[in-house]
């Protein structure tokens, strides 16, 4: 079997790019980790969908993955196109839990290491689509903090603070209190703008102050 070596990886349900990485997010080191060469179809599922690998793929992989400290990941590997690459963790069923994407100079040594790796026939099947995500994980932080403040306002009845917001937002204010409320609701459900960044600081500050 072929490995990679000193790689740094951040395992999340959902595929995301390294930029994209947060500094709250839990990183792993990994000294030695298995490298396999599969084929576009496969590593676009890969990416794409949730799988399944087949028990005797699981089984060659099993504590192959060494961390830093003498760690071992049960199931995990690195797969590669020689174009595209990311490391997945897999349950002891044999289906993707995790993916991690690789910082680039890694992604590139990964794929120019496929010119001399034998292709590898991978018996896996498509559970789900996963969904790549539209919206960047910043995004995604940002529509949820304003969300969950404008569901808290509400409900708590701190309507001050709602049509505070609101004003802010909207450069106006409407006679009906819940009429804001969903129209901000409605709101998030497009794509950001200078805006919502704005009333996610705001948010933000409104705590630091306390």
């Not at 996963?130 to 404008?150: A, F, M, N």
């Not at 705001?202 to 102050?209: D, G, M, P, Q, V």
Request: charged share 35%.
């Amino acid at each position: 079997m072929d490995y990679y070596y000193d790689v740094m990886l951040n395992f999340q349900e959902r595929y995301c790019m390294f930029y994209e990485w947060d500094k709250e997010d839990d990183l792993e080191y990994a000294k030695k980790i298995p490298l396999i060469h599969v084929e576009q179809k496969t590593i676009l599922n890969m990416l794409s969908k949730k799988i399944q690998i087949s028990k005797s793929f699981l089984e060659s992989i099993k504590d192959k993955t060494k961390l830093k400290g003498n760690h071992f990941l049960e199931y995990t590997s690195i797969f590669s196109d020689g174009k595209n690459a990311l490391a997945i963790e897999f349950d002891e069923e044999g289906y993707s839990i995790n993916k991690s994407s690789l910082i680039l100079d890694d992604e590139l040594n990964v794929n120019e290491f496929m010119y001399n790796i034998s292709l590898s026939n991978i018996e896996y099947k498509v559970i789900k689509d996963d969904g790549l995500i539209k919206e960047t994980r910043q995004e995604e932080k940002v529509k949820k903090v304003i969300k969950l403040e404008i569901n808290n306002m509400f409900k708590d009845r701190n309507y001050s603070k709602l049509k505070y917001i609101y004003l802010e937002w909207f450069d106006e204010l409407l006679e009906d209190t819940e009429k804001m409320y969903q129209k901000m609701l409605k709101k998030l459900d497009e794509s950001l703008t200078e805006k919502e960044y704005l009333i996610y600081e705001l948010i933000k500050l409104s705590y630091n102050n306390v």
